[in-house]
Structures are given as C-alpha cells and as structure tokens.
C-alpha cells in the first residue's frame, strides 16, 4: 500500500480538541477523494478534489474541513467533532475525477475515536 | 437513484470449494462495475472491474466476475477459496452521468473455513 499513505492511522481525540489527517499519492493521479467508513454502512463520499480544486462536498458538517494543497497530498482538518463521527477515514485517489471507468486507490485509512 | 445491494452479509465456504459473493445494481445509463477487497485495519484493494467487451472479467488473486446485463448482476467467483481470502468484500458501480460518486454495496464478509 505504498501508492496511498494515510497518517495517521489510529487517531484519539476528545470533541474539543483540533486535528488533521494526512493523506499522500504517489500514483501521480490528478483526483483525491476522502471516504467515511463507519460499521455496517456503505462507504459514505466525502469530498472529492480534482486537480487540487474541490468539486465535490456530500452534505459533510462544517466540523470536517478539507485542504488539497496540491495534487499529491490531502488533508481533512477536524475540529468539535461528536461521538458519532468516530470511523474509519479512507483517502483514495484515481487518475481523473469524473472518469466513470478509473480505478479509485485506497490508503489504509485513519481509525479515528471520538471520546 | 442509483443503487448496489450485497444480499449477503456473510457468506461461509470450506477452503477449496468454489465461492460466489453477489451483487446486483440499478443505474441509468451504462454501469461501471468495481470489485474491491479490505482485510483488517487495511484500505479497500482493487480486484477487478467491468468496463466493456467480455461479460467474464478476470481479476488479481484468482477472482473474477460475471456481468449479467438482463439480470443487473455482477458476481464475484473464485473456482478454489483460500483461507487468505477471509476478508470483506464490496461491489461499486459507476457510471458517465453519476458525476463524481462511486456508489459502494453494504460489503459482504467472506469466511473461509480450513
């Protein structure tokens, strides 16, 4: 899981507190994509950046704030979060962002708490 | 609305036998169809995808998949399951008109048994 790299991978935090995950493709691809995976739900989009512009935001509470500084790496900065967004956050990307046939990569993702 | 359902949450196969994880969809348009793997405390890992052409697509690890247009079916099949292919498993569809989402099944967990 070179390709995607995500840290980091185990995040503890109380709902007070300001965090960020890291998120770093080394495939070269131009769209980057971060994911919520909570237990027995489908993969929930979060956000979607193409060519480091955002052109996707799925109705995600304004705690979550995404950064895209360039086309290789991703943040999602978190602050005053709530018990319930604790989740397993998966960063991908893919070579564009609206091509229906691309192949989105996965990291290995954050296992965020929310005490 | 576009959909993927995983009538499975778990489907248990002896090591050696063949396995089958289903997945049915309903799209407009032509779908695009994923298969992606996740093991424990990992991301989802690519296996295989249809696009066009040869309704049997062959994947990474010995998996493949059938697509089955009249019947909007996508399986997952492997002739010989493995102990190493315990993991959870999620079927995704896109397509030219559903703008940036890929629209990801429930998963379904696969148990093999030695």
């Known amino acids: 899981e070179t390709g995607v790299t995500q840290t980091p991978r185990h995040l503890v935090m109380g709902m007070t507190n300001k965090k960020s995950l890291k998120c770093e493709q080394h495939l070269g691809h131009n769209a980057m994509y971060w994911y919520k995976q909570s237990a027995k739900k489908p993969l929930e989009l979060m956000f979607v950046y193409s060519l480091e512009e955002r052109v996707e935001n799925n109705s995600v509470p304004s705690r979550f704030s995404p950064e895209c500084p360039n086309s290789s790496h991703l943040f999602l900065h978190l602050h005053t979060l709530q018990p319930e967004d604790s989740a397993l956050y998966l960063c991908a990307s893919s070579q564009a962002a609206k091509s229906p046939t691309d192949t989105q990569y996965f990291g290995p993702g954050t296992r965020l708490t929310v005490l | 609305a576009q959909s993927v359902a995983q009538p499975e949450d778990q489907v248990n196969v002896a090591e050696g036998n063949p396995l089958t994880v289903k997945c049915t969809y309903s799209?407009?348009?032509?779908?695009?169809l994923f298969w992606y793997v996740q093991y424990p405390n990992r991301g989802l890992q690519f296996l295989l995808k249809y696009i066009t052409g040869d309704n049997l697509v062959k994947g990474s690890y010995g998996f493949e998949a059938e697509f089955n247009k009249s019947q909007t079916s996508f399986h997952l099949k492997k002739p010989s399951a493995l102990v190493s292919d315990s993991a959870l498993y999620f079927c995704?569809?896109?397509?030219?008109?559903?703008?940036?989402?890929?629209?990801f099944g429930a998963g379904t967990r696969l148990f093999v048994k030695a």
């Open positions: 995704a569809v896109r397509t030219g008109t559903g703008g940036f989402k890929t629209i």
């Open positions: 799209v407009s348009g032509n779908p695009y």
